[in-house]
């Protein structure tokens, strides 16, 4: 079974910019969860989405966005990019049912660089 | 909300014996333990359920206390490649998951 697989894997951006990641969930996941992690702040959740609707939301500002189409495979947007946006950021997924009684299985991550 | 993990950090021979602890404000439904290795994505370890069941690894052992929202992670006889930083997730209310603080494991020959 194919794990989760995440593009690019590495990213430069600058400033004010916008950047689209890009997140293939395992075969059979319906739920796929984005993560922001930093140094300073640790991983710091930031949607969820399951059959296409995001389903919880943590706490991060609306330049954050994100969707899922049908194949399950999901998206996250960043727009107007600033410094402090720098980070690796996880997908994970979880199936079949997505519940938090499933195991998350992350993929490698997009490392974003903003200049 | 974000769970408090303790210690932050502890270096340990092989074959000693580490326990880490993570504490929430909230009431939980589920537990999660992650380890992560430098430049990896987190790893699972093992999921605790309100009700007692478990679902993990193998050499690996973990208690959940519901009523003190409180979860800790048994580490036996250590190995070099136990070497990382374990996160717990918690899920509470409104099915919202959250990663701890993160503790530093470092075993050493």
């Known amino acids: 079974k194919a794990g989760v697989t995440q593009t690019p894997r590495y990213l430069i951006k600058t400033r004010g910019q916008q950047v689209t990641l890009s997140c293939s969930p395992i075969?059979?996941?319906?739920?796929v969860s984005w993560y922001q992690q930093t140094p300073g702040q640790g991983l710091q959740f930031l949607f969820e989405?399951?059959?296409?609707?995001?389903?919880n939301k943590g706490n991060f500002p609306g330049r954050f966005s994100g969707r899922q189409f049908s194949n399950s495979r999901s998206e996250m947007n960043v727009s107007t990019l600033e410094l402090g946006d720098s980070a690796l950021y996880l997908c994970?997924?979880?199936?079949?049912?997505?519940?938090?009684?499933?195991?998350?299985?992350f993929g490698p991550g997009t490392r974003l660089t903003v200049l | 909300q974000q769970p408090v993990q303790s210690p932050q950090a502890v270096i340990l021979r092989e074959g000693e014996d580490a326990v880490i602890n993570c504490s929430s404000s909230?009431?939980?439904?589920?537990v999660h333990w992650y380890r992560q290795k430098h430049g990896e994505a987190p790893v699972f370890l093992m999921i605790?359920?309100?009700?007692?069941e478990q679902k993990g690894h193998d050499k690996i052992s973990a208690s959940f206390n519901e009523k003190k929202q409180q979860s800790s992670l048994y580490l036996t006889a250590s190995q070099l490649s136990y070497s990382g930083t374990y996160f717990c997730?918690?899920?509470?209310?409104?099915?919202?998951?959250?990663f701890g603080t993160g503790t530093s494991l470092t075993v050493i020959p």
């Open positions: 994970a997924s979880q199936g079949p049912s997505g519940g938090y009684t499933d195991t998350q299985y």
């Open positions: 075969s059979g996941h319906r739920s």
């Open positions: 989405y399951f059959s296409e609707t995001q389903r």
């Open positions: 909230k009431a939980l439904y589920s």
């Open positions: 605790l359920l309100k009700g007692g």
């Open positions: 997730g918690t899920v509470s209310g409104g099915n919202q998951f959250y």
